[in-house]
């Protein structure tokens, strides 16, 4: 169990904001910590791993005190990254470039048949002899995984481990970090923007802005229940609008795919290239309506 | 009186150059580490400390030394009377000042080596549970090979060629304080001509060497980057 009511002051884009991180985590949970950029999520996550001083609050994992202080004021309590058991993934991967896949993981804990099994787990096993400039980078993020599970951590932190990777790398190491979760029973904290991970990766999902949870749910209540009267809904952007006989047809990119959705000259008349649009079903039939200031917006996760 | 060629300044010149580059590499290697990774207001200032060496004339430096360790000043005093040491004109004395003379050439290329590591690579040894010095000793050191290497070769070199702060604190007594540096003057002011110009291509071979040696690292590291 993580409580957490930590607290920072961060400088934005749009001046300083004040990170309040006042949350509950369980034990064995993977928790999605998304949110725009600037909002504090990486800063959160390095307040657990101990490598961001806190001002103030408290930060307790299984009724240990791992920081306790008041603003202003030295820390009173403030355990050293080194005592807090924690384990990281870093975006840029941090390998140690001098030694190999397998001397990564020693140099973490020396118990080599952890390290072996750990490495056949990621399917790394034929690749231990090799340095980290020969990898891939779904393989070099398969090693900084193993490697931060060599302590054996309660928490498993993640900051966008998978951004870098291509689909079908990002599904392989999905369902890696779905077998580490279930089978090391690790406490998984995650960064991430990507919509599919949080629904198929994650059984929670914190949203911050400006510093502070928003959002606070779980990603089927988050991603399905919020649309409720709508089958699918994709936010996208009209590129064209065209005229076809005695119709006309909307051009929407949503994500990388194009999609032509039937408009009627009613919904022509507020529809201009450039817009954001909602693309629903209503009976079967595609929909298209403008989007509404204030609703949900994938693209700011 | 004609001394002619004589090996003992050229291996008093490597011995004062050895223990300097290994007493500087023991001390600047967790200055720099401390120096690369701090961000106080007190940083500049032992920054700039540290490299005065490098524009003030050796003359300069020397001539403090030398009232410093001399048995006028409170600090020369207190060495004489308490453990009987006077460093003037010894080659305890010169190997004071080479350190002093040579620092931020060990510094500067070891700090700059430090600061190029990302701090993600140092807090992936913090969050494996290892300490700074382990950091240091097997995550830091290990990838500024080059930086180290150019460190020590280049402050070994530069106390070789040192002259004005070793003829100031040490003079010229033979086998304790007379460098090769100061042997060829000598030989010039004894008009020994011969025996200068093969001090003097030696040391020219030396150098060539030596800075040879540093280009090569770089354009190798430089292509394997």
């Known amino acids: ?301 | 009186m004609n001394p002619g060629f004589d090996i003992e300044p050229f291996l008093l010149s490597f011995r004062l150059a050895g223990i300097t580059t290994f007493l500087l590499f023991i001390i600047c290697v967790p200055l720099a580490w401390k120096l690369a990774r701090s961000r106080s207001w007190i940083k500049p200032i032992i920054e700039a400390l540290v490299s005065m060496p490098v524009v003030l004339p050796p003359t300069v430096l020397g001539f403090y030394l030398l009232i410093l360790l001399s048995g006028r000043s409170p600090f020369g005093m207190l060495l004489k009377q308490q453990f009987d040491i006077d460093l003037v004109f010894t080659f305890e004395g010169i190997l004071i000042a080479s350190c002093i003379y040579s620092f931020p050439f060990m510094l500067q290329p070891l700090q700059s080596g430090i600061e190029q590591i990302s701090d993600e690579l140092i807090e992936a040894s913090y969050t494996l549970g290892k300490s700074r010095s382990e950091t240091l000793l097997h995550v830091i050191l290990p990838n500024i090979k080059p930086s180290i290497l150019t460190g020590l070769i280049i402050t070994f070199a530069h106390t070789v060629g040192e002259f004005g702060v070793v003829l100031m604190v040490g003079g010229s007594i033979q086998g304790e304080t007379r460098v090769a540096s100061i042997a060829i003057f000598e030989m010039v002011e004894l008009m020994d001509y011969r025996t200068a110009h093969i001090y003097s291509l030696l040391l020219i071979a030396f150098s060539f060497v030596v800075l040879m040696t540093v280009y090569l690292i770089n354009h190798h590291n430089r292509k394997t980057g």
């Not at chain 1, 993977?30 to 961001?52: D, E």
């Not at chain 1, 470039?97 to 390290?115: D, E, I, K, Q, W």
């Not at chain 1, 998978?162 to 790398?169: H, N, P, R, V, Y």
Request: proline share 3%; charged share 25%.
């Open chain 1, 1 to 301: 169990m993580v409580i957490s009511s930590l607290k920072k002051t961060l400088v934005g884009a749009q001046g300083s904001f004040l990170l309040e991180a006042d949350v509950e985590i369980d034990r064995g949970g993977v928790t999605a910590v998304a949110g725009s950029s600037g909002s504090g999520k990486t800063t959160f996550l390095r307040m657990i791993a101990g490598l961001t001083i806190p001002d103030e609050g408290r930060l307790e994992v299984d009724d240990q005190t791992w920081f306790f202080g008041e603003k202003g004021r030295k820390p009173v309590i403030n355990l050293k990254p080194q005592e807090r058991g924690v384990g990281v993934v870093f975006q840029g991967y941090a390998l140690f470039p001098h030694m190999t896949v397998l001397g990564n993981l020693l140099y973490a804990s020396g118990n080599r048949s952890r390290a072996e099994m750990l490495l056949e787990m990621v399917d790394l096993g034929q690749l231990k002899h090799v340095k980290p400039a020969n990898l891939s980078g779904g393989q070099k993020q398969r090693v900084a995984l193993a490697r931060a599970l060599m302590r054996q951590p309660g928490i498993l932190l993640l900051d966008e481990p998978l951004s870098a990777l291509d689909e079908t790398m990002k599904a392989v190491l999905q369902d890696e970090l779905i077998k580490i979760n279930r089978e090391l029973g690790v406490t998984i904290l995650i960064v991430t923007h990507d919509s599919s991970e949080i629904y198929k990766l994650c059984d929670r999902v914190l949203v911050f802005e400006e510093g502070r949870i928003v959002t606070d749910t779980s990603p089927r209540k988050f991603f399905v229940e919020r649309e409720a009267t709508q089958k699918f809904a994709f936010k996208g952007e009209v590129l064209e609008v065209r005229d076809v006989d005695a119709i006309w047809v909307a051009v929407v990119a949503i994500g990388n795919n194009l999609v032509e959705v039937v408009i009627d000259t009613n919904e022509k008349e507020g529809l201009k290239v450039g817009d954001s649009v909602i693309v629903g079903t209503k009976a079967f039939n595609p929909t298209i309506r403008k989007f509404q200031q204030g609703e949900f917006d994938f693209s700011r996760l």
